[in-house]
T-cell receptor, first 111, second 114 residues
Framework: SQQGEEDPQALSIQEGENATMNCSYK?????LQWYRQNSGRGLVHLIL?????REKHSGRLRVTLDTSKKSSSLLITASRAADTASYFC???????????FGTGTKLQVIP | EAQVTQNPRYLITVTGKKLTVTCSQN?????MSWYRQDPGLGLRQIYY???????DKGDVPEGYKVSRKEKRNFPLILESPSPNQTSLYFC?????????????FGQGTRLTVV
């Protein structure tokens, strides 16, 4: 089974609205990363948050991490049509050797 | 330009015909890995390599082989492809161990086995 699971599976919003997606994981982690994938293309790294951090910002992105609940959220503010993509969380369970991705949240931003 | 290059981008082959998908990175990264992406299953790690001559199985290694003879290259070999290996494949590299730093992904190889 997947280490990380994103929720919701799909999300459709109007341009300008905020989009929030969540990631839950099973085992303890050292960090958690978020990636974006435009349809059928390679993943692009968005942000990395370490286990001792609670919140991190990068431009219109805000990521939170709650290690007690084993969950993270990605907030995209003032969404744009170009934000339409799938978003994945990635965790290295039990060390850094392997990396596990969730099944992703498919975001559609309607102009 | 820093990049991970996969070839070919698209491949249609027949069952049992050996094939190799190449992956090369120009960032002097230690860690490289291969993933397959299937609808509803997300990305699953096939193999990874911590450095030259150091490889290990990911979550779905059956039917695949890899080698890491040089730091920049990490080819994926399918000795006898089967239709259940039809998938979208991604190679990725990162400076250090898998989850420690950001990963850079190739553009993907869409493989169809008939």
């Amino acid at each position: 089974s997947q280490q990380g699971e994103e929720d919701p599976q799909a999300l459709s919003i109007q341009e300008g609205e905020n989009a929030t997606m969540n990631c839950s994981y099973k085992t303890s982690i050292n960090n958690l990363q978020w990636y974006r994938q435009n349809s059928g293309r390679g993943l692009v790294h968005l942000i990395l948050i370490r286990s001792n951090e609670r919140e991190k910002h990068s431009g219109r992105l805000r990521v939170t991490l709650d290690t007690s609940k084993k969950s993270s959220s990605l907030l995209i503010t003032a969404s744009r049509a170009a934000d339409t993509a799938s978003y994945f969380c990635a965790t290295p369970p039990g060390g850094y050797q392997k990396v596990t991705f969730g099944t992703g949240t498919k975001l559609q931003v309607i102009p | 330009e820093a990049q991970v290059t996969q070839n070919p981008r698209y491949l249609i082959t027949v069952t049992g015909k050996k094939l190799t998908v190449t992956c090369s990175q120009n960032m002097n990264h230690e860690y490289m890995s291969w993933y397959r992406q299937d609808p509803g299953l997300g990305l699953r790690q096939i193999y990874y390599s911590m450095n030259v001559e150091v490889t290990d199985k990911g979550d779905v290694p059956e039917g695949y082989k890899v080698s890491r003879k040089e730091k920049r290259n990490f080819p994926l070999i399918l000795e006898s492809p089967s239709p259940n290996q039809t998938s979208l494949y991604f190679c990725a590299s990162s400076l250090y161990r898998g989850g420690e730093t950001e990963a850079f992904f190739g553009q993907g190889t869409r493989l169809t086995v008939v």
